[in-house]
């Protein structure tokens, strides 16, 4: 069943079960309100989940690709939620209704002769699903497992009972030191034209992507998704300058303050873009650029996306010039 929100097409869902994963996570078993089965998705997808009113956030489908029966999404309770993950937690129970979007996929695996995943902490979510896939492949892969402590670890009995359970390895930040993880060591013994997938907090990305940088794997070879953006790349700038947008289907011009985001100053005159993580994260917001040079603050496109300057996100990027054309 689809409903239309915010002018787009939503998939209606209940949730069958929730259940307490691990220590913060819980889990969100989801299934058609008709029964019928859910659109199909590949390792690394998400999908958008509209908590509350004005709250939507992407989750990782962390079911097996090949059972679409149900959704699995896994739920970290973040200290600094702004109520999406405590809404999940507090607010949402089992036989509630809830709106999704269709599956998309930004992290989607790639044909490889060897694939190490990574996956720190509420990461696991994405990456357990492509341990699925690359098993049922029969591709070779190896997945390392990084939590602060054995209660914060979720799915463990899924992996230990799974087929490609040897490829698993946990690493506890609470063990003995000669036990600790050691990526570099790992990315050394590698093959060279292996595929790296890391997804988990920006410190834990970014020590495995230098790690990755220190041990010359091409930038090509290494895929990311961050939970949350490394830093504050709206304002950290203090000479942020005023720019102009202008709307292409209304020819409507509209000014950006140095203080405000593209996203915030358009709300404000009624001109709504469809966010979700506003850190330039999540790819909700992308948006295609007709015209002018875009200051790209985002962590989702790649070097060379941006380099074309024709997509951006406005919930943090900017202008380098005086004015950009959207196709809004």
Request: glycine share 8%; proline share 6%; charged share 20%.
């Amino acid at each position: 069943m689809k409903n239309e929100m915010q002018g787009n097409a939503l998939l209606s869902v209940r949730v069958a079960r929730k259940q307490a994963e691990a220590e913060g996570i819980c889990t969100f078993e989801l299934r058609d309100v008709d029964n019928r089965r859910l659109p199909a998705f590949t390792a690394g997808a998400h999908v958008d989940v509209h908590v509350a009113p004005g709250i939507v956030r992407q989750y990782s489908l962390c079911s097996d690709p090949r059972n679409c029966s149900h959704y699995l999404i896994g739920v970290l309770k973040e200290p600094g939620s702004r109520g999406g993950s405590r809404g999940m937690h507090e607010k949402i129970h089992e036989g509630d209704l809830l709106h999704i979007s269709v599956p998309a996929n930004h992290f989607a695996l790639q044909p490889a002769r060897k694939t190490l995943l990574f996956a720190g902490g509420i990461g696991i979510t994405p990456i357990i699903c492509m341990a699925e896939q690359l098993s049922a492949e029969g591709a070779d892969f190896s997945l390392h497992y990084c939590v602060r402590s054995l209660p914060k670890a979720a799915f463990l009995a899924r992996m230990e009972a799974a087929p490609y359970s040897r490829a698993v390895h946990l690493h506890v930040d609470d063990t003995p030191p000669a036990e600790r993880f050691d990526p570099a060591a790992i990315l050394r013994d590698a093959a060279p034209d292996s595929h790296l997938y890391v997804c988990g907090p920006a410190g834990y990305v970014a020590w495995i992507t230098q790690a990755a940088r220190d041990a010359d794997y091409p930038p090509q070879q290494v895929h990311v998704e961050y939970f949350a953006a490394p830093g504050s790349p709206v304002f950290e700038d203090s000479d942020n300058a005023d720019f102009q947008v202008r709307i292409a289907s209304t020819g409507r011009t509209y000014s950006i303050g140095s203080d405000q985001t593209i996203v915030d100053a358009l709300a404000d005159c009624g001109v709504e873009i469809p966010v979700s993580c506003k850190e330039g994260v999540c790819g909700t917001c992308l948006t295609r650029v007709l015209d002018g040079e875009v200051d790209h603050r985002d962590y989702y496109l790649s070097q060379a996306e941006q380099a074309c300057h024709d997509q951006m996100l406005p919930c943090c990027s900017r202008a380098k010039g005086r004015m950009l054309v959207l196709d809004l």
